[in-house]
C-alpha cells in the first residue's frame, strides 16, 4: 500500500474542504481506512474510520456531524469531507490503512500504512 494524502488548504471558519487519499499500489480495497491528524504540540489523534467490511463508519466525537469519510474501492481512493470547519481543526491530516479489529479502529498503532500527511489551517 503507497498512500498519498492531498487536499489541505487554508480555509476560513465555517468553510469547507475535502482531502483525498490515494493509494498507488491498487490495494486499498484489502484494507480499513482512516484519517488522523496531529495539532502543532499535540499527540496525534484519531478522526474517522471506514471499515473493512459492513461500510460501518467510526467518528471522533469532535467531528461527528462535521465531517464525513467515504471510499471508492475501484478508485483506490478514500476522502475526508470537512464542512464546519472550526480553528481547532488545524492541523497535519494523515490517512492510513490496515486491518484493524472493531474496537481498535481509533489506535493509530492498528495500522500499518500511512500517507505523507496534508497540512489544513483554518482562519478565525
Known amino acids: 500500500v503507497q498512500l498519498q494524502a492531498s487536499g489541505g488548504g487554508v480555509v476560513q471558519a465555517g468553510g469547507s474542504l475535502r482531502l483525498s487519499c490515494v493509494d498507488s499500489?491498487?490495494?486499498?480495497?484489502?484494507?480499513?481506512v482512516a484519517w488522523f491528524r496531529q495539532a502543532p504540540g499535540k499527540e496525534r489523534e484519531f478522526v474517522a474510520a471506514?471499515?473493512?467490511?459492513?461500510?460501518?463508519?467510526y467518528y471522533a466525537d469532535s467531528v461527528k456531524g462535521r465531517f464525513t469519510i467515504s471510499r471508492d474501492n475501484a478508485q483506490n481512493t478514500a476522502w475526508l469531507h470537512m464542512n464546519n470547519l472550526k480553528p481547532d481543526d488545524t492541523a497535519v491530516y494523515y490517512c492510513?490503512?490496515?486491518?484493524?479489529?472493531?474496537?481498535?479502529?481509533?489506535?493509530?498503532?492498528?495500522?500499518?500504512?500511512w500517507g505523507q500527511g496534508t497540512l489544513v489551517t483554518v482562519s478565525s
Open positions: 499500489s491498487g490495494t486499498l480495497s484489502s484494507y480499513a
Open positions: 492510513a490503512a490496515g486491518a484493524p479489529l472493531a474496537k481498535f479502529y481509533s489506535d493509530s498503532t492498528a495500522y500499518d500504512y
Open positions: 471506514f471499515a473493512l467490511f459492513g461500510g460501518t463508519k
